[in-house]
């Protein structure tokens, strides 16, 4: 007698990809039919928890479509095809366990958030009641959760350097999986679903920019290509530790992170490509400084399962009372890239407009909100969440923690200061005017601080402040050993009241913008 037919269904979430994904090579193994399964889950469209901004925004989508369309055209390529529904996964599973009658196994990914694991239990209960077998993965990090040379997860340091030195000394990299050839058939009969628009989602197309410093697109495919082109064909990353601090441009950093947050490409992947870089070209600072980057990836992962959903706490994960303000005129103008402060501008709108911001513009932008203005740190933990295209929830909301003084920084009241941090990264100004051009004819550094220059010199340049461009929300007294004061001059209109007061540093030149004194 024949056996029965086995038939698998491997549900897709944040793992779009068909090189070294655990799910597919299971199901190789387990069946002889195998359903590839992507969910619009309907929850993801709606609003962030506290404040409701849209919870998936407009560049977000745009990648997750080209990630599903990029899935489907492989497995076409491969003898399959990937069924696109729009519903709740539970509830899409459910369905077709009772449509085939023949389903064996659900196969997928483990996530660490409540959301995510809430999903994952009902998946669970459905399997169960149906006498389906639930095969489940951990495939998000470069180190593998049951490999953390910590007896259990609440051994986690919690000090990032910590971590590094212990699983840099003690653990290991699993290598990569191997790639299907062909992907088992899906049972006949089924329906592979239209991949949905923006309209259907409710959502309108985002217009592209041609200043963004990420105008690439998701899936797979695309993923593969930026890695060969950061790495063989630029030799980028060879450089990577020197530029990864950049504004401007596509190459500065790898521009890896849209697509590990969809699991376009797995970590492990780009950890065996480094080395096989190293063997073959070269071996630098650089080179290892990207695995360390992904390691601080690793870190929030691990952080958010050690501590659940403390994660999304006002407290954090200190349990530390701040008495957050939620003064939504003060958040409107960081948001909407007005407040004032050139720097802190350049980089919200860049995000509005493009979906994307450089890590020097998120640890700027996020001390600002935190530590200048006082706000509570979770509306810019929405915020990103709603606008960013790599939005992670780990390395979001771990990094707002850090950021915020909640969280995994080990240093008391690290506050960055604008200005310097403006001239420091964008010492001639060219970021600013990028993304701000109302202040497009002030020359050089000075467009940090259009608030200390003279009347004339703001005329000349075609500025009026509270006018074309706002005066500063708040002034903080640091600032002030970081001004220009070569172009600084008698107040200017609209600083009244500030708390703002010029020293005079004549002749004192660049060197006096790198005062080592606040960050
Ligand atoms: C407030 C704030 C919010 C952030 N939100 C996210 C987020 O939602 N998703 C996200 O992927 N990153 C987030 N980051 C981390 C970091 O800014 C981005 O990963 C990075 O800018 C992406 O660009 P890249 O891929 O070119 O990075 P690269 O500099 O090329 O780094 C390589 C990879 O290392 C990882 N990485 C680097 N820095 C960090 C970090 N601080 N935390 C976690 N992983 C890191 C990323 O996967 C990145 O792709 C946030 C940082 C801050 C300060
Ligand atoms: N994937 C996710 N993305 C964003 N937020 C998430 C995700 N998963 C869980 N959360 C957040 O986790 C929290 C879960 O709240 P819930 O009420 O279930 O738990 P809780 O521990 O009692 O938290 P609270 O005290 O804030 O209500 C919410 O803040 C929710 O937004």
């Known amino acids: 007698m024949m056996s ?15 090189h070294d994904n655990e799910v597919f090579h299971w199901a190789q193994r387990n069946a002889d039919y195998i359903i590839p399964l992507y969910c619009f889950d309907p929850r993801h469209y709606q609003g962030t928890y506290h404040f409701n901004f849209p ?12 990630s599903v369309k990029d899935l489907r055209a492989t497995l076409r390529k491969r003898g399959s095809t990937l069924l696109v529904r729009q519903g709740k996964p539970e509830d899409v599973v459910s369905d077709l366990i009772q449509q085939l009658g023949s389903v064996t196994a659900v196969a997928f990914h483990e ?36 490999d953390l040379p910590f007896s259990h997860i609440g051994g986690l340091p919690d000090v990032y350097t910590q971590f590094r030195k212990v699983v840099e000394g003690q653990g290991r ?97 780009i950890y ?46 200190q349990d530390k009372h701040v008495s957050w303000k939620t003064d939504m005129k003060l ?16 980089n919200m709108r860049e995000l509005a407009l493009t979906g994307f911001m450089s890590n020097r513009g998120r640890q700027n932008v996020a001390s600002f909100l935190t530590k200048d203005l006082g706000l509570d740190w979770r509306l810019g933990a929405e915020w990103f969440e709603y606008l960013l295209v790599d939005h992670d929830v780990c390395s979001n909301y771990g990094n707002w923690l850090y950021s915020a003084g909640i969280g995994n920084d080990p240093r008391e009241n690290r506050k960055f200061n604008m200005i310097k941090q403006g001239l420091d990264y964008d010492n001639n100004g060219e970021y600013v005017r990028q993304w701000v051009p109302e202040l497009r004819g002030i020359k050089g550094g000075d467009v940090h601080t259009p608030w200390t220059l003279s009347n004339s010199a703001l005329s000349h340049a075609q ?19 970081h001004v220009n004061n070569k172009s600084s001059g008698p107040p200017a209109k609209g600083r009244k009241g500030s708390s703002y007061t010029p020293r005079q540093h004549k002749d004192r030149g660049i060197d006096f913008y790198f005062s080592k004194k606040s960050f």
């Open 4 to 18: 029965a037919s086995r038939t698998v269904i491997c549900l897709l979430r944040n793992d779009l990809r068909l």
């Open 272 to 317: 065996e490509q480094i080395k096989k870089y190293e063997a073959e070209r070269t071996a630098n600072q650089s080179t290892y400084w990207v695995i360390f980057e992904l390691l601080w990836r690793d870190y929030f992962q691990f952080v958010g399962l050690k501590y659940g959903n403390r994660i999304f706490h006002m407290n954090g994960l």
């Open 331 to 346: 958040f409107d103008a960081w948001k909407d890239g007005r407040t004032g402060v050139p720097f802190v501008d350049a």
């Open 463 to 481: 500025v009026s402040l509270n006018e074309t461009y706002p005066s500063p929300v708040i002034i903080a007294p640091e600032w002030s050993r």
């Open 173 to 269: 990299v699993r290598p990569v999986l191997s790639t299907p050839g062909q992907v088992k058939p899906l049972p006949l009969g089924l329906e592979e679903g239209t991949i949905p628009t923006f309209e259907g989602l409710g959502q309108t197309e985002p217009v592209e920019d041609c200043r963004s410093a990420f105008p690439c697109r998701g899936g797979e495919t695309e993923a593969l290509a930026r890695l060969k082109h950061y790495f063989w064909d630029t030799n980028a990353v060879a450089a990577y530790k020197e530029t990864r601090n950049g504004m401007i441009g596509v190459d500065y950093s790898t521009k890896f992170s849209p697509w590990l947050a969809l699991g376009c490409i797995s970590p492990r992947y």
């Open 55 to 66: 919870k998936t925004g407009p560049f977000r989508l745009r990648f997750l479509l080209d």
């Open 111 to 146: 996530e660490v958030a409540s959301e995510e694991k809430t999903v994952e239990k009902k998946l669970k209960a459905i399997c169960c009641q149906n006498k389906v077998k639930v095969q489940t993965f951990w495939g998000s990090t470069l180190y593998h959760r049951d």
